[in-house]
């Protein structure tokens, strides 16, 4: 087989309403999400058994290749290949890891779906289906929308996708203070009963200005240094629109073509970038 690679970009919510806690205990999300021109790489090449290995920036902060959420889309792969009567031979996958790990860009699930794309493709399978978009809901909420890898709104836990029209692309920078916050830890900050209702959902898919992120508040609560740089950005000439993106701790500024890079701290992460 020809080596080949896969770009796995990062994932941004420009919306994410709580809209309650469902009798299941999962809470019940509407979103807009789009996606960016920077991300991890993933390269396919013929092995003699499976494995991962990873570079980059970010590498150190996976967890270990066994562990590594690219080793359940190798398994779900394997699944859906043995189920079609297809082959699916050992794989080596590098990942070249530029996101930041744990930071509400869905690295973990951009990576999770890249891989589960360029698996199928190995085994001559059509990555996005309903089966595969089933398997990438079992490995993560978000590997569905970005197995999709397009604008669209995300509803329920991450199974309903709608593409969305005439979504404009726009000039961006992603910041992350490199701070892990947990999604569940989040989540129960809201401190929700199950069956309880929130907030409501989206009412306009085009106006940004109506949109917000309810998960911002219990991440600032478990880390401050979100809300500083939430600060920064709106206090930027040039942003537009500032808030944090998934569970963070990325945070998103929207900014003109023209404007200067934000008053920012060095040890942060940064990328300017566009979104869409």
Same mark, same amino acid.
């Given at each position: 087989m020809t080596p080949f690679s896969i770009f796995a970009p990062a994932k941004v919510n420009l919306a994410l309403h709580v809209? @309650? +806690? +469902? =009798? %299941?205990?999962?809470?019940e999300l509407d979103s807009i999400v789009t996606f960016a021109d920077v991300g991890d790489w993933? &390269?396919?090449?013929?092995?003699g058994a499976f494995a991962v290995t990873a570079t980059g920036p970010f590498a150190a902060a996976l967890p270990s290749s066994a %562990?590594?959420?690219i080793a359940k889309s190798w398994a779900a792969a394997q699944q859906i290949a043995s189920l079609r009567g297809k082959v699916l031979p050992p794989v080596s996958v590098g990942l070249?890891?530029?996101l930041p790990v744990a930071s509400g860009i869905g690295g973990g699930s951009a990576n999770a779906a890249a891989a589960l794309k360029g698996f199928l493709r190995i085994a001559g399978i059509e990555a996005f289906d309903q089966e595969a978009a089933a398997a990438g809901l079992a490995i993560g909420a978000d590997v569905p929308v970005c197995l999709m890898g397009r604008s669209c709104r995300m509803q329920g836990v991450g199974e309903r996708i709608a593409p969305l029209a005439n979504h404009a692309p726009v000039s961006a920078i992603l910041v992350n #203070?490199?701070?892990e916050v947990s999604t569940p830890a989040v989540f129960r900050g809201l401190g929700l009963e199950k069956g309880q209702v929130f907030r409501e959902s989206i009412a306009d898919e085009q106006n940004m200005s109506t949109w917000r992120n309810d998960l911002a508040a219990p991440a600032i609560a478990l880390a401050p240094v979100i809300g500083e740089v939430l600060n920064r950005l709106a =206090?930027? #000439? @040039?942003? &537009? +629109? =500032?808030?944090m993106s998934g569970s963070g701790a990325t945070c998103v500024g929207i900014m003109t073509e023209e404007a200067a890079l934000p008053d920012l701290d060095p040890r942060w992460w940064a990328a300017r970038t566009v979104l869409g």
């Open positions: 809209l @309650g +806690r +469902r =009798a %299941d205990g999962y809470h993933l &390269t396919f090449s013929e092995a %562990d590594n959420i070249e890891k530029n #203070p490199l701070v =206090a930027s #000439p @040039g942003i &537009t +629109r =500032a808030f």
